[in-house]
């Protein structure tokens, strides 16, 4: 068995402990660490060139880091915004009591919220909204069901708000302007269906028992700046970048460095105590630190990989047998609802040479599309749908029942539209 042979096993295995995070009990970040450090330790054991293998983890951590900066940075600024009640600012305006009123809002707001905060966060803050809302546990499943349908669509259409989105914006696979324009309708279409599907379903008013009055905010002007400021602060990088030329982690560094004076400032004349939990240290202290290392783990792991040429032949051999690109793009999209989409876009920028499939290739607008949306075929797909899996205890099999052929239906209804829109306008 040759090394590469060997790795590819590890990596396998380490990739089947990740699927299979919840059964076996053993956390997906301990594996994918386990998986990169043990890929690389294998390669470097068996290879005639030590020196040319440091220089290649170098080069692959250099890509790495700047995509765990990024998220760094992201995540702290939306906890900052959190920690002053920022959220509340939208979140309190929905007053509705019509079912399907009330589904289309938090769908519309959940989308367009995911496309600037990511489809993590903004999952956790409308469950919690939802939860204030409707008192119905198996109503609100629905609801919930739907809420990590939009943010998933919402986040594949810009470089911020998914995280395999911004894999690609910081590689340099896609830029900002074009991936906008080119998957926003399809976005919109893979939430459209979706929605429509349930609204059916939902009759009358929301009935809650119990009468949530929510309490005063503690002080709306600062919550109100530091919202502004924090997402300012995220759509701000993409024009960072253009103007400056340097990657989007120092945009995002400059943009939670702003912030963290502003909050500074705002709480300066409360005492220590007090001001702590306004602080960016705080924020940093509630990040999910895990999260940065499992993308740490898995990278190092891909770029194993990568350097060795094997993803570059697995692409050879895919093309070989299956041909017609759509096709394996879309069956990289059904497969990142069981698999963590993560590593697949990963696998695929390996595969896939810039040199041959230059920025703004179809291939990667399509990749955006199906690794961000097809998650939500599955409960399991996506960060955003574990997230509110464990919040409201939805059941794997219910979903399967109730939500997943609404979402399976969005995604290829978005996939065809992205694929019609683009022989359109390329011939």
């Known amino acids: ?254 943009g939670l460095g702003v912030l963290w004076v502003i909050s500074e400032i705002l709480n300066s004349n409360k005492d220590e105590e007090e001001r702590h939990q306004y602080s960016a240290s705080y924020a940093l202290s509630r990040i999910d630190a895990s999260s940065i290392l499992f993308f740490l783990g898995i990278l190092i792991a891909i770029g194993s990989l990568e350097a060795t040429g094997t993803l570059i032949a697995l692409a050879q051999w895919m093309d070989a047998n299956i041909g017609n690109q759509d096709v394996i793009v879309m069956a990289i999209g059904l497969a990142s609802a069981v698999i963590d989409n993560v590593p697949l876009v990963a696998a695929s920028m390996g595969m896939y040479p810039l040199s041959q499939f230059p920025t703004d290739s179809k291939i990667w607008e399509f990749m955006a599309y199906c690794a961000g949306t097809g998650g939500s075929i599955l409960i399991i797909g996506s960060a955003a749908g574990v997230a509110v899996m464990g919040m409201e205890k939805i059941d794997f099999f219910w979903y399967v029942k109730k939500i997943s052929l609404p979402a399976l239906i969005g995604y290829f209804a978005g996939a065809f539209t992205y694929i019609g829109i683009y022989m359109l306008l390329h011939g």
């Not at 990739?15 to 890929?39: Q, R």
């Not at 903004?122 to 943010?151: C, E, F, H, P």
């Not at 600062?222 to 919202?227: A, P, R, T, Y």
């Open 1 to 254: 068995m040759t090394y590469t042979a060997i790795m590819v096993l590890i990596f396998i295995v380490g990739y089947t402990a990740i699927t299979l995070e919840h059964p076996i009990k053993i956390n997906k970040t301990a594996s994918a660490l386990l998986t990169g450090v043990l890929c690389w330790t294998i390669y470097i054991i068996f290879s005639t060139d030590i020196k040319h293998v440091e220089e290649s983890l170098s080069h692959h951590l250099g890509s790495v880091s700047e995509i765990l900066f990024f998220l760094l940075g992201a995540m702290t600024i939306v906890e900052l915004v959190d920690a002053h009640e920022g959220f509340r600012i939208v979140t309190d305006r929905i007053t509705t009591r019509n079912s399907r009123v009330l589904l289309w809002i938090i769908c519309w707001v959940s989308f367009f919220l995911s496309s600037v905060l990511d489809n993590l966060t903004t999952s956790i803050v409308m469950v919690s909204l939802l939860r204030k809302l409707i008192d119905n546990a198996d109503m609100r499943k629905y609801y919930a069901g739907l809420v990590i349908i939009a943010a998933n669509a919402g986040g594949a259409w810009t470089p911020i708000g998914d995280v395999t989105t911004t894999m690609l914006w910081i590689g340099g696979q896609v830029t900002t302007a074009n991936i906008m324009t080119s998957l926003f309708i399809p976005s919109v279409i893979c939430l459209l269906i979706p929605l429509l599907f349930v609204t059916f379903r939902l009759k009358g008013d929301i009935q809650n028992d119990k009468v949530q009055v929510l309490e005063p905010m503690e002080n709306p002007t600062n919550s109100k700046i530091m919202l502004a400021f924090g997402v300012g602060s995220l759509v701000f990088v993409p024009i960072f970048k253009t103007v400056t030329h340097l990657p989007p982690y120092m945009g995002i560094l400059f």
